[in-house]
């Protein structure tokens, strides 16, 4: 194993690095600050001033209507850490060098003496045609805000469509976001944020080769299927997609489908930075880490959320890449970074969920507490309170413990 880089007698003793502000990085910085009152310096860097609310991204009826205002989505990283110690660094990472404990942005350099990856993920094209240049995503805000556009566009001019077409909007992937993306797209009123004149949409849900909601409760992905075709939304199970075009789908078995705008939520990989890492990597190209969620070979870096790879050793099953895995470890690695630091023992991660609600448009969803089925209003309504419960907790400066 790397042993902590010495520092110099003199010498300023390089800060807790945790790279990126989202879901698991802004919770270690805040944690580690409170585990170690304050001792422990923190050094938090993301390519934004903000924290996105990322799991909300998928409400692109009330982006089109919210104009040009990011407020009910981002909560200033200086407001989060107002009455604390943790320094807020903006830059773009280019590189990570383990071996120097150096990590490389676009306004310079940062050492670290422990480091936390934080980076979440990117929409992963898998290398089909077409498929990076011809579609959108809702991973970032400013790729759900250019959606929200272009929809409220599509539906202003539906009108002018020939015959009696509607507009066709298809999103590829039958994964949570995908199904939340075209529950929200059919049951928005685009007549009063578009045009009275708008025609209702067409959705369409291409899942691909993978069943659809894949790894969620059979009772769960039985409603989901029951309320998307009550609002009209179409799902294409069984056939992957193997060209896009700026208004047509092609997939594999030689068919083809016309869109008028195409959203990719068929998957998720690391980011480049992270890819290239001289570290094991899964699935993705997510870095494996111990059951301590350490990088192995490297004292005191740890991996978290979307980048990391991690089985559960007693169920063999893949932590899922959700935000509500990502707290989770979050607080065990900020538990484990103070602990590496003060050379005291590590904690193993042990993710057992809670929750899963998958929100199916205006006032309906589906989902399971404690294993327990929760249907329709009072479904969509536990996740409006968690999802608002956080945004809370954040912006009043607490630690955030839960999340959907």
């Not at 507009?167 to 929200?184: D, W």
């Not at 029951?226 to 030689?254: C, F, H, M, Q």
């Not at 448009?361 to 419960?389: D, Y």
């Amino acid at each position: 194993m790397v042993a902590a880089a010495s520092v110099p007698p003199g010498a300023e003793t390089p800060p807790a690095v945790v790279l990126g502000a989202g879901y698991a990085g802004l919770t270690i910085a805040h944690e580690v600050y409170r585990r170690s009152k304050g001792t422990i310096p923190v050094v938090l860097i993301d390519r934004n001033p903000v924290h996105v609310l990322r799991t909300e991204l998928y409400e692109v009826g009330r982006l089109a209507s919210s104009g040009d205002s990011d407020a009910a989505w981002v909560v200033p990283l200086a407001q989060v850490f107002d009455r604390t110690s943790v320094t807020i660094r903006q830059g773009i990472v280019q590189s990570i060098d383990l071996a120097t404990r150096t990590v490389l942005l676009d306004s310079g350099e940062q050492r670290f003496r422990s480091l936390a990856i934080c980076l979440g993920s990117v929409a992963a094209y898998y290398g089909i045609p077409g498929a990076a240049e011809h579609t959108h995503q809702v991973y970032r805000l400013s790729g759900a805000k250019r959606l929200a556009a272009a929809i409220r566009d599509i539906e202003r001019t539906s009108n002018a469509l020939p015959g009696e077409r509607c507009p066709r909007f298809l999103i590829v992937g039958g994964g949570s976001t995908g199904t939340e993306l075209a529950a929200e797209i059919a049951t928005t009123d685009w007549k009063a944020i578009a045009d009275p004149a708008a025609r209702p949409p067409a959705v369409f849900l291409l899942t691909g080769s993978l069943p659809f909601l894949a790894g969620f409760p059979p009772s769960i992905i039985e409603r989901a299927r029951k309320v998307l075709a009550r609002s009209g939304v179409t799902i294409i199970p069984g056939l992957n997609v193997t060209r896009v075009e700026p208004s047509r789908v092609y997939l594999e078995d030689g068919s083809a489908l016309a869109s008028d705008a195409t959203v990719w939520c068929a998957g998720l990989e690391a980011p480049h930075v992270v890819r290239r890492l001289p570290v094991p990597h899964g699935k993705g190209g997510r870095i494996v880490v111990e059951q301590t969620l350490e990088v192995p070979g490297h004292t005191g870096v740890f991996a978290v959320g979307d980048v990391a790879d991690l089985r559960d050793p007693r169920t063999g099953a893949q932590v899922p890449a959700t935000a509500q895995a990502a707290l989770a470890g979050a607080g065990t690695t900020a538990r484990n970074l103070v602990a590496r630091w003060n050379d005291r023992p590590l904690v193993k991660f042990r993710y057992e969920e809670r929750r899963v609600v998958v929100a199916l448009g205006l006032g309906q969803a589906a989902g399971a507490v404690r294993k327990v089925p929760i249907w329709g209003s009072p479904a969509a309504l536990l996740k409006q309170i968690i999802q608002r419960n956080y945004a809370h907790s954040i912006e009043q400066g607490e630690t955030p413990s839960t999340l959907i």
